[in-house]
């Protein structure tokens, strides 16, 4: 059962990885901060930040 749930982390830790690489892309295409509303924008940076968050606290919790 450890093992199980040991894959299921490993696998939530790379869909995490490819969440903050699809919003860090998005964050760094110009075409997107011009033409969206700074609201959507700025839900997008905080998206990736708790992204990035969640990743650190699954991968802190892999290592133990």
Do not use: D, M, P, Q
């Not at 982390?9 to 699809?22: D, P, Y």
């Not at 839900?43 to 991968?59: D, I, T, W």
């Amino acid at each position: 059962a450890s093992h199980c749930l040991a894959v299921k982390r490993i696998l939530s830790a790379e869909k995490l990885r490819g969440a903050i690489a699809g919003s860090t892309a998005k964050l760094a295409n110009a075409g997107f901060l011009e033409r969206a509303e700074a609201e959507v924008v700025e839900a997008e940076r905080a998206r990736n930040a708790e992204y990035r968050h969640e990743l650190v606290l699954l991968e802190r919790n892999l290592a133990n």
